[in-house]
């Protein structure tokens, strides 16, 4: 009797837990601003020390925003998300899209605190992080992330 | 036939064959229900056998990809045929990413179990059930989820 009871309870946990994890995939998060308050020079861009350099990743930025999705090798959701993000961008002037493999990209990778694939970094136009989304991202977020970019 | 595909494709991501993202699915829930039944056969050398059928089971999803397996099998002769064809395919990776956590997971119990120290076989059944139910019910490969976070921890270069 204790055991079915120990199972149940195993199942019950395990179904909550799925349900929280499910209700979590693809939530726009924004991002902290870096520089906000810092050093009160908000619109010099010439020297950044933190945050990475996209060029040199690879990364062209899009004159009005770019979805950098960290994908990874085993990974499920990876390929709806970067099918969806495809398919914002088509109808979205001004926005892109880039995949990138974490396997290939470890400093990003810890530069960016990415814990999960895929892990989808919103970029404005001059590289900085917006908002991001872990998880499968539905079109919707997509756009919910997008809004959240400065004209 | 859809279902079977080369595990590694070398193609772009979205144009690799895949395989019907329901036939892991029903694989898990077979798989749940045998490590329940484990579980509840703690102690008794019934429960050891039982959890070394799961770990094989694994092992032939490592060895030959999860849509080869015998659960597999079912789903395609039993339960496919009864559904609709899938919207998407998915990628045979993941899912063959998970039976090699699965196979690590269950194998531990068993070689425990087979030197004698009987907890094991019940603490892996359970969590090789957390495992089974969260890709059989949400989809969720457990192993997947971590693999960036063990990536960190042990860099591939």
Redesign the interface.
Known sequence: MV??L??VA??AL??V???W??SRQGRVRQSAKPDAGRTGRAGDTGHRDKGPRWADAGVDLAPRATFVQ???????P???T??TL?AVRADTPGVGHV?LD??RY?VL??QLS????PTVVVLDAHGHEVARMTGAVQPRQAREALDLVPV | MTDTAPASGAAQPGTRPGIDPRGPRFTAGITAVLLAVVLLLAGTPAALWLLLLVALSFALGVARGVQHTWQSVLFRRLVRPRLAPPEELEDPRPPRFAQVVGLVVTGVGVVLGFAGVAVAVAVAAAVALVAALLNAVFGLCLGCELYVLLRRVRPAR
């Open positions: 055991r079915v120990l199972v195993i199942v395990t179904l837990a799925g349900a994890w499910r960290f994908s990874a090798e085993f990974c499920g990876c390929r709806t970067s099918r495809d995949e974490v396997d470890p990778v810890r990415v814990l999960r694939a």
